[in-house]
T-cell receptor, first 118, second 113 residues
């Protein structure tokens, strides 16, 4: 199993450009989420999904869009990049629900995408 | 507002020494608490998961404790190794949906030879 795969690993954008950060998992996890991590700060939730066709906003959703057309993929779209979106972005997944392997399933993280907006 | 506070912010110890990291939370209603280890340039990896009824849980040289009454948790690292150098993140959830988790800012541990 590859786990959670994020691409690209590094990206530089100019202000106003748009792009999509890719996230894929092969563990059949229902729950997927996107976080940003800024220096000296904790991980902050951007958007999350509890299954295909279902998405919801997290703590810092402005400037980002998501969709969940399949269980495996959860792309994050930056609509018009701003310097304030310079950060490291992490995708994570887990099981959701009660029962063995579900109720207290830990998050499995990808290794991040380092984004710089100039 | 749900909050998770970790201390110290950073810590430097010599290889072979023990250390304890602290996590205080105001998250309610409490469901579970997890400690994650994040190596530089990598995503966090779960070390332990603790529920309301658990006081202590060990994972090799890592031992987590939970006091649900005082809303405090600690992560004790025994006989530290250079590979323990990382950021340790405390995450508290209000229910079984990870989307309702609150993350601490982490403690950066540096182990020196």
């Amino acid at each position: 199993n590859a786990g959670v795969t994020q691409t690209p690993k590094f990206q530089v954008l100019k202000t106003g450009q748009s792009m999509t950060l890719q996230c894929a998992q092969d563990m059949n996890h229902e729950y997927m989420s996107w976080y940003r991590q800024d220096p000296g700060m904790g991980l902050r939730l951007i958007h999350y999904s509890v299954g295909a066709g279902i998405t919801d906003q997290g703590e810092v959703p402005n400037g980002y869009n998501v969709s969940r057309s399949t269980t495996e993929d959860f792309p994050l779209r930056l609509l018009s990049a701003a310097p304030s979106q310079t950060s490291v972005y992490f995708c994570a997944s887990s099981f959701v629900g009660t029962g063995a392997g579900g109720e207290y399933s830990p998050l499995h993280f990808g290794n991040g995408t380092r984004l710089t907006v100039t | 507002k749900n909050q998770v506070e970790q201390s110290p912010q950073s810590l430097i110890i010599l290889e072979g020494k023990n250390c304890t990291l602290q996590c205080n939370y105001t998250v309610s209603p409490f469901s579970n608490l997890r400690w994650y280890k994040q190596d530089t340039g990598r995503g966090p990896v779960s070390l332990t998961i603790m529920t309301f009824s658990e006081n202590t849980k060990s994972n090799g040289r890592y031992t987590a404790t939970l006091d649900a009454d005082t809303k405090q948790s600690s992560l004790h690292i025994t006989a530290s190794q250079l590979s323990d150098s990382a950021s340790y993140i405390c995450v508290v959830s209000v229910n079984t949906n990870a989307g309702k988790s609150t993350f601490g800012d982490g403690t950066t541990l540096t182990v020196k030879p």
